[in-house]
Structure formats: structure tokens, C-alpha cells
């Protein structure tokens, strides 16, 4: 068995729990590696995002691991877990801090999605996304007055600021909107939503925070997902909390809504063949799913490109850096045909606008 549908099996019994013979599962998928190949299985965990909960599913099932490669793991694990508590105080801060000014805060993704993990802190995640429902720039202004905390407001849907080198995006936006027609309708929507439903209340530690209605989260996190993969891939990290999502809330999302969005705006191949590759892999029941690809060949070639995942960096040099979106662009153009209706030359050109052109200017233009 390849090191990825070994992955593919320790996540399906530890994901859902369900089977009876989950530990047997798990002892056999690992039974034959030999200490290289857990090296590589420990690799391509961590770069997943799914080597905490990987770890977790092997200890559950008492499976014998290399010792070295086992200490590679605790170190891991250990390390997810400080960073994870060290994004709750500070997001812990922050809603109290905006709270004493009648600001709400909103988190996306991230501790939000946690939340639905069998072990929360077990999570990983790069920064804290949040969104301040209207009060994004007296958000900044806040912070910057208090605590003389500089903001960034060099993005195109959202400031960055740094709190104990943790970074944090404050969203205006919640998608990056600028570069297609159809993302533009698609913010339009997810700002119509976050407006008209109630959200979710959440708690850190006694102070209260938001997380998106069912419905608008439903749809933040395919569009979320859809521009990644389209742009460049996806982890399994994401597939697992698509997965994990809708088995807390699928039966409280109007599904209607999203397909009829997912239809208009072209996402719909995306949506059918992500919940596709988390049945087949990550072993989600059908029944969470709205809808499905049958799709098999498409299936494979999504789980086999997240298995490739890695965060790249664009060459700075002006020339090298536009040859290389030219290239990714082209080689992505299957996956921009699953996520998107926009004609593919007319986005490429306004994505060159966007990236060219000051945030500013680029909002004006748009209003």
C-alpha cells in the first residue's frame, strides 16, 4: 500500500470512529513500513496539516512506531499544540478587546473549525482570520491606538497585523473577490448572508466570539477551498475540515441555497468532487453530502494533487514571478475549469491588474 492511502486509512478510522475493527485497520495499513518509509509517512503528515490527528489514530490503535520516527511525531504534535494555545489567548485578546467597543469579532476557519476536531488543539494552523461585521477599519484603528500595533494594509481583501508574531488577517472581504465576475457575486452573497443569519457563538475562555451561520460557512469554505486548489492545491488538512464540518452541520445548511449558487457561479464541479474524494478517503458517509462527482478519474487526480501540496514561494524577481503564475496558471487550468465560470483569459488579466495595482485604487475602481 502507497504511503498516501496508508494516510487515507489511519484518517478514516480516526476521523469517524465508527468501525468496530478501526484499531485492526489502522495496525494493518502500518504493519509493513519500514523505518524510511515512516520518515516519509511522518513528512507528509506534517506537510498535510494531518500529522496530530495521524498521531492520534496510531496511538489509539497501539501500533508499534520506530522510536526516532516516533519522537518525530511527539515533537510535532507537541509543537501544534503550543502554537494552537498560543493563537487562543490571543484570539482570547482580541474578542475582549473589541468587545469593550462594541465590536464583534467573527473567527474564520482556523479555532472555529477546530472546534469540530476530535481534539481541538490538534489543528494546525498558520494565523487567525477574523472579521469585525462592519468594523474592520475601527478594528485597526483600535489596536493601533492601544497598543501601537502596525497594520498592513498592502492586501486586497484584508489588513495583516502581528501579535506576538502570530499573524492575523482582518477581513473586509472575505474572498478575494477583484479577479473574477463570478467571485465579486460570490462575496456579494457571503456579505448578504453574514448580515440577514444568526450567527454561531463560540467561547475562549469565558469571552464570546462568532463563527459563521451554517449556511454562509457552507459556502466561505468551498469558496475558500476552491480558489486554493484553483490557484495552486489543496492539503488533506482542508478536505478534513470539509469533512468534519459537515458531519457537526450539514444537516443545518439550506443546501438548496448553496447549488443553486454552486450552479451559477461555477463551482459546482469543485463542491461534487471535493465531497467525492472526502467519501472516498477519508471515508465521510454519502448521506452528509449534498452531492456527489462520479466522477473517479477527477476524484484521484484531486487526492493525488493534494498529496503534492506545498506552499511555494513566487520568485520576487518581476520577470521570474510572472513566469511562473503564467506556467501555474496553464498547468492549473483543470482545476480552474472545476472552481470557476469566468473565461480564463479575461481572469487573467484582471488578476494582472490586481496584483499590479495598489489595494486602493483597486477598491475604488470596483465601487
Not at 130 to 136: E, S
Request: proline share 3%; net charge neutral; charged share 25%.
Amino acid at each position: 500500500m502507497s504511503i498516501d492511502l496508508i494516510i487515507s486509512e489511519i484518517l478514516r478510522q480516526t476521523i469517524w470512529e465508527v468501525a468496530p475493527n478501526a484499531a485492526d485497520a489502522i495496525t494493518t495499513a502500518a504493519a509493513d513500513l519500514d523505518e524510511s518509509e515512516w520518515f516519509r509517512l511522518h513528512a507528509l503528515a506534517v506537510r498535510q496539516g494531518v500529522v496530530a490527528l495521524l498521531f492520534d489514530g496510531l496511538m489509539s490503535a497501539g501500533v508499534t512506531i520506530p522510536h526516532h520516527v516516533k519522537m518525530r511525531f511527539i515533537s510535532s504534535t507537541d509543537h501544534i499544540e503550543k502554537e494552537y494555545a498560543k493563537k487562543r489567548r490571543i484570539a482570547r485578546k482580541l474578542a475582549e478587546v473589541y468587545a469593550g467597543e462594541d465590536i464583534r469579532m467573527m473567527i474564520l476557519k482556523g479555532i472555529g473549525i477546530s472546534m469540530l476536531y476530535p481534539v481541538a488543539h490538534h489543528r494546525p494552523s498558520s494565523d487567525i482570520d477574523i472579521y469585525l461585521c462592519g468594523d474592520q477599519q475601527r478594528g485597526d484603528e483600535l489596536l493601533h491606538k492601544l497598543y501601537g500595533i502596525s497594520i498592513d494594509k498592502g492586501r486586497h481583501h484584508h489588513t495583516v497585523f502581528r501579535i506576538k508574531n502570530i499573524l492575523i488577517e482582518n477581513h473586509y472581504d472575505f474572498i478575494e473577490a477583484h479577479s473574477r465576475a463570478s467571485s465579486q457575486r460570490a462575496e456579494q452573497r457571503l456579505k448578504e448572508l453574514v448580515a440577514n443569519e444568526q450567527p454561531l457563538e463560540a467561547d475562549i475562555d469565558g469571552v464570546t466570539y462568532l463563527t459563521p451561520s451554517p449556511t454562509m460557512n457552507a459556502l466561505f469554505l468551498t469558496l475558500h477551498s476552491a480558489a486554493h486548489f484553483a490557484a495552486e492545491n489543496i492539503s488533506i488538512r482542508h478536505l478534513c475540515d470539509w469533512a468534519f464540518f459537515l458531519n457537526a452541520y450539514s444537516k443545518q445548511v439550506d443546501w438548496q441555497e448553496i447549488m443553486q449558487l454552486s450552479n451559477e457561479l461555477g463551482f459546482r464541479p469543485f463542491l461534487d468532487v471535493m465531497n467525492g474524494a472526502c467519501v472516498r478517503y477519508l471515508g465521510m458517509d454519502a448521506s452528509l453530502a449534498p452531492s456527489l462527482s462520479d466522477d473517479e478519474q477527477t476524484i484521484e487526480r484531486m487526492w493525488a494533487d493534494s498529496m503534492e501540496y506545498k506552499v511555494r514561494d513566487i520568485p520576487k524577481n518581476f520577470l521570474r514571478g510572472w513566469i511562473y503564475r503564467i506556467k501555474r496558471r496553464y498547468a492549473n487550468r483543470w482545476k480552474q475549469r472545476l472552481a470557476y465560470c469566468d473565461n480564463g483569459f479575461s481572469a487573467f488579466i484582471r488578476s494582472a491588474a490586481i496584483h499590479i495595482l495598489p489595494p486602493k485604487i483597486v477598491r475604488r475602481v470596483q465601487e
